[in-house]
């Protein structure tokens, strides 16, 4: 592959595998179905409970409206739950339900195993090579964000 052509493999490569890892992971995965955005904003919530909206907007690189209708919708569920935040009563404080925890749980349960299940069907060089790639995909992810307003 020439230099050049690496940031258009990777832009329409890491979406593929997202997307397709997603839909092997919703099949069979119990209720409700939740996009991808949902299951991030839960992900994000249950590993820092009491964030606020904005602050989940600014991780998950989304408009803060736009964190506003996934929570609106994740609580409708019921897997999320939304309080007033004591220091500024216009702020919302965000937290995972029980029922959120445990799908949470499931979710990452099948998400271990699906990659570990393919990730085991790679020569043992793949593997090398791929373990070898995280720490220059972190740095590319932080790069991407650098400089980045909040949305």
């Known amino acids: ?3 050049g052509d690496l940031p258009d493999e990777l832009a329409g490569l890491l979406p593929r595998i997202q997307r397709l890892a997603r839909r092997r992971l919703w099949s069979g995965l119990s209720p409700p179905r939740l996009r991808g955005a949902h ?15 904005s602050a989940a907007a600014h991780d998950l690189c989304l408009a803060a409206n736009s964190v506003s209708t996934l929570v609106n919708h994740l609580v409708t569920q019921g897997l999320l739950r939304r309080e007033s935040d004591p220091g500024d ?14 799908w949470l749980r499931e979710w990452r349960v099948r998400r271990d195993e699906l990659f570990r299940e ?3 069907k790679l020569d043992a ?4 090579a791929l373990t070898a790639a995280l720490p220059s995909l972190r740095r590319l992810a932080d790069s991407l964000r650098e400089g980045e307003e909040p949305p």
Request: no cysteine; hydrophobic share 55%.
């Open 1 to 3: 592959m020439a230099a």
């Open 39 to 53: 299951a991030e904003l839960l992900r994000l919530v249950d590993a820092e409970p009491g964030i606020r909206v």
């Open 89 to 102: 009563g216009r702020a919302a404080l965000l937290h995972p339900t029980p029922a959120g925890a445990a």
């Open 118 to 120: 393919h990730v085991a």
């Open 125 to 128: 060089a793949d593997r090398a």
